[in-house]
C-alpha cells in the first residue's frame, strides 16, 4: 500500500527520514495493508455517505459559490499517540490554562502583571477581546476558561508546540466524536489488537462541567445558546445539546425577569442556570455590548453580575485568545506558576516591537504573518508560498496597524499519510484537544487532527480545504 508513499522532509509521524516505518506503527501498517488500498478507498466513500446521512455539515459564511453546507472532509488513516507523549501533553495543557485562567482574574481584576510590566497595559487594552465591562467580575468557581481546545503541532523535528489558544467558543468536538464513530463503522479491522483510549464519555464530562458552575443548586438547568441554524457550526451546537439532553435555545427563547434568567417553552417560564455559550461577547447582551445585537438577552450580563447564572466561557476570555497575548502565556506561567512551560510555544515576533517589526518585514518571504483578530486562517500571509505582489501588500499592512500583526517562522508541520483521489501522500496536520475545567480538569483522550489536504498545504482549516482524521491514544507497544 505504501510502496508510492514518500514522506516529507520535516517529521512523518508513520515513517522516518529513511522512509523505514516507524517500529511502533508497524501493527497498524499490516491491518491497513490486510485491507488494501482498494477496499480503503471504497470505505472511504462510505464513510462520506455516513457523515452526510449524519448531518455533519459545516456551513461557509461566505458569500458566492463557495457558500452553503458542506461535509467535513474525514480522512480514514489513523493518527497515533503514544500514551507517554500524551501525559505529557495533558500536564501541559492543564498548566498553560491554569496561568491563563490566573491571568484573566489578575487582569479583570488588580492587574498586578500590568503594573510589573510584564505585559505592556497597551496590548492587552488594545485587544479586539478585552472588555472593560467586566473589571471586578468574578466567574463560577473562579474559572475563566471552562471549555478549551488548544491548537497544537509538531515541528520538523517531531517536537509539540502550542499553535494558538481557543478560549471562547471553540469549534469541532462534534467531528472529533463522530470521526470516531465512523471509524469504528467503517473499518473496524483496524482496532483489531490494539486498545484505543476511548472517547465517548465528553458529553457526560461537558455536562457534569457545566453543572459545577451552579453550586447553589443541586439540579441544575443548563442550556446551550446558539446563534441559529445559519451559523457555520450550527451542527455542532444541535449534536451536543442533544448528546448531552439539554434545551438547545437561541436568544429569543430567554428573558431576564427577577433577578434571574428564564427559558420560554409551552408550559410556561422555566430558571435557567448555566448557559453554555455559542455566540460571541460582542452579542451576548444589548444592554453591555453591541445595541443592536439579536442573538443575545437583553439584562443578561446583570443576572450574572449578581452570581444568579453562570456563563461558560466566560465573557471576557477573548483577550487570551488574541496572538498577540499567546506570545506572553510563557510568561504567564513563571510569574504566576513560578514553572517552566511544559509545551513551548512557536516563536513569535509581535509587529508592534519596532525591533520585530524591521526583522518582520526583511524576510517576509520567509515567515507567517498572521492578523491576530482573524480566525479560520484567514488574514495571513505564508512567506514562502505568496506572491512579490502579496508580500509588498502585507508590508503595508503590517505598517499602517504592527498592533494587529505577528509573525512566526514557517514550520514544517509534521505529516501523517492520507488519503486523496486514490493515492497516499503526506500531509501536514495539527491538533486541537479538548480541555473541560469545572471543579476538577479533564482533557479528551485524543483531540480534533485537522489535515491540510490540498497537497503542499500549511492551512487545516475546514474553510481553506482541510479536513480531519480520528486521533488515537494507545500505549507504545500496542500502536
Not at 468536538?173 to 464519555?201: C, H, W
Not at 506572553?328 to 509581535?350: A, K, Q, S, W
Amino acid at each position: 500500500m505504501f510502496t508510492d508513499y514518500r514522506p516529507s522532509k520535516g517529521y512523518d509521524e508513520y515513517f522516518s527520514a529513511s522512509e523505514e516505518p516507524r517500529s511502533a506503527l508497524q501493527p497498524l501498517l499490516s491491518s491497513l495493508g490486510a485491507l488494501g488500498l482498494e477496499q480503503l478507498n471504497r470505505n472511504h466513500a462510505a464513510a462520506g455517505m455516513l457523515l452526510k446521512r449524519l448531518g455533519a455539515t459545516f456551513r461557509l459564511n461566505d458569500s458566492g459559490k463557495r457558500g452553503g453546507e458542506r461535509i467535513l472532509p474525514f480522512d480514514p488513516l489513523p493518527r497515533l499517540i503514544g500514551a507517554s507523549d500524551w501525559d505529557l501533553l495533558q500536564r501541559g495543557l492543564i498548566q498553560r490554562l491554569e496561568a491563563i485562567d490566573l491571568f484573566l482574574a489578575d487582569v479583570y481584576g488588580d492587574q498586578a502583571i500590568l503594573r510589573d510590566g510584564v505585559i505592556p497595559r497597551e496590548d492587552v487594552e488594545t485587544s479586539q477581546g478585552w472588555r472593560p465591562q467586566l473589571r471586578g467580575f468574578r466567574p463560577p468557581l473562579g474559572k475563566w476558561c471552562q471549555i478549551s481546545g488548544l491548537d497544537l503541532i509538531r515541528d520538523g523535528l517531531g517536537t509539540w508546540r502550542v499553535l494558538e489558544d481557543n478560549l471562547r467558543c471553540p469549534s469541532g468536538v462534534a467531528y472529533f466524536l463522530e470521526n470516531r464513530r465512523v471509524m469504528k463503522r467503517m473499518f473496524p479491522s483496524l482496532f483489531s489488537g490494539r486498545t484505543v483510549q476511548p472517547i465517548d464519555s465528553y458529553p457526560s464530562q461537558l455536562l457534569q462541567t457545566l453543572r459545577d458552575l451552579a453550586p447553589w443548586t443541586e439540579a441544575p438547568r443548563v442550556v446551550l445558546l446558539t446563534p441559529g441554524v445559519f451559523n457555520s457550526a450550527y451542527f455542532e451546537h444541535s449534536y451536543l445539546a442533544q448528546q448531552m439532553g439539554i434545551s438547545l435555545v437561541e436568544g429569543r427563547d430567554l428573558a431576564c425577569q427577577d433577578g434571574r434568567v428564564w427559558m420560554r417553552t409551552t408550559q410556561g417560564l422555566e430558571p435557567v442556570d448555566v448557559i453554555y455559550r455559542r455566540i460571541d461577547d460582542d452579542f451576548l447582551d444589548p444592554a453591555v455590548f453591541r445595541a443592536d445585537s439579536m442573538l443575545g438577552v437583553r439584562g443578561l450580563m446583570e443576572v450574572y453580575a449578581q452570581g444568579r447564572v453562570a456563563i461558560a466561557n466566560a465573557p471576557g476570555t477573548g483577550v487570551a485568545d488574541d496572538k498577540l497575548i499567546y506570545a506572553y502565556v510563557p510568561e504567564m506561567v513563571r510569574y504566576y506558576l513560578g514553572e517552566e512551560p511544559i509545551i513551548e510555544n512557536v516563536p513569535t515576533y509581535l509587529c508592534s516591537r519596532p525591533d520585530d517589526q524591521a526583522y518582520v518585514l526583511a524576510h517576509l518571504n520567509e515567515l507567517v504573518v498572521k492578523a491576530v483578530s482573524e480566525a479560520g486562517g484567514y488574514g495571513m500571509l505564508i512567506g514562502p508560498h505568496a506572491s512579490q505582489a502579496e508580500i509588498l501588500e502585507f508590508a503595508e499592512k503590517i505598517k499602517a496597524d504592527p498592533r494587529n500583526f505577528i509573525a512566526q517562522p514557517t514550520l514544517e508541520l509534521s505529516t501523517v499519510p492520507s488519503l486523496s483521489e486514490g493515492e497516499l501522500y503526506p500531509c501536514h496536520v495539527d491538533l486541537r484537544p479538548y480541555v473541560l475545567r469545572g471543579k476538577d480538569a479533564w482533557v479528551t483522550p485524543g483531540g480534533l487532527t485537522r489535515v491540510a489536504l490540498k497537497r503542499g498545504s500549511l492551512v487545516v482549516n475546514s474553510s481553506q480545504g482541510g479536513g480531519c482524521k480520528d486521533t488515537w491514544i494507545v500505549e507504545e507497544s500496542a500502536c
